[in-house]
């Protein structure tokens, strides 16, 4: 694939230059009321997912017949370099984590009974759903570590356990739960996906767990979620009993992408805000751009920032030709991870003491910045993955192409 072919078409072109007007009419003017996070935050998301449904731009993640406006890796790439720039965007457009993810695998795993009672009004955006899979006594970063059982009991589920960080889990209507079916398995095939009507009794949401001094509301939570005796049908079982990590595997790859597309939009939201700053705060009797420091974060930025678009749109094309990209969708979580720190951090250094305050969206992108390199697999896994697939291939006397 040529790097011009990742481009996108005048369609594509005509389709962001919407988003980004979308963008600058109704989510960036609003942010400072959305970030209150109170009734009133809400009522104001409600009417611009109104907004945003009416424009034809919902739900760019799924295919118009899942109930979405797009379904290519590629496009949603694009698209993401506007909706991405605020932390908000993706609520609004009908996109966000984790609902975005669990919107997939329901729609390519689901039952048809599943989807009309699931998918069906969490694309249309009238619910809300978690993913609850880490724990707080077992290494998030090894799964097969899990210790929630699901036994049978008859026509019955029977779910005891205790998770956390179960983002947005406060306010959901349901939850997708990973728990161990048959721990005489091998280890991939011990867990399954079972979904778990958030009412459902025995569910209890023990806390917001507050992450960086922010204790969030709703979407925004990270809950501590026990489980105990929690009975739910068998046949809310997502997939093959035992299929758990396979689905995983499709919802983490796909998600981990999904989350690197927005981080394309946070960074260059916050080069834009270094480059205007640069130019017209002085300092010492010049520009701080023209201090040579400040250039090679403008240039380290820019290059960095360019290498991450790449990489990202190379994976999401990769995946829309139904390959899983596992090193690509791997080395684009570590690395943009950490380009996403380090840009915004330098643009919040540009700007001084004005880069911690609320003056500029900058603070806030910093702190939500840092827990990239640690949800979705932690920059060390993805290190290990990349690393071992290489030198397995070099092993087998393949050597590493790069293509
Ligand atoms: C903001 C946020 C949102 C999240 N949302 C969800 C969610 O919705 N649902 C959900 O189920 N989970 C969620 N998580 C949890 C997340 O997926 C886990 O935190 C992650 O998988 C790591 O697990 P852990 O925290 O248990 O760290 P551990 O697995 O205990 O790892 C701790 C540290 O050990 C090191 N380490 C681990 N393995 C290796 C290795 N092989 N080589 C070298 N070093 C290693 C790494 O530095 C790692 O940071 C979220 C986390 C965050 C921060």
Redesign the pocket.
Known sequence: MAIADLRPTEDLLELRARVRAFMEEHVYPNEPVLNREDDEADALVARLRGLAREAGLWAPHLPPEAGGSNGSFLVYAHLNEEIGRSVWGQLVFGCQA?DAGNGEILWHFGTDEQKERFLKPLVGGEVRS?????EPEV????PTTLRTRAVRDADEWVIDGH?W???GAEGAAFGIVMAVTDPDAEPHRRASQIIVPAETRGVEIIRAVP?MGHRGRGWTT?CEVRYTGVRVPVENTLGEVGDGFRIAQKRLGPGRIHHVMRWLGQMQRAFELMCAYSLEREAFGEKLAEKQTVQNWIADSAAEIQACRLMTLDAAHKIDQGDEARVEVSLIKFFAARVLHDVIDRAVQTHGARGLTDETPLAGMLAMAR?AR?????D??HR?VVARRILKSFAAGDGWRFE
């Open positions: 984790p978690f993913f609850s899979m880490t290494p998030g970063s090894d998770k960080f179960s983002s992450t990270h827990g640690i949800y979705d697999g932690p060390e896994v290990m």
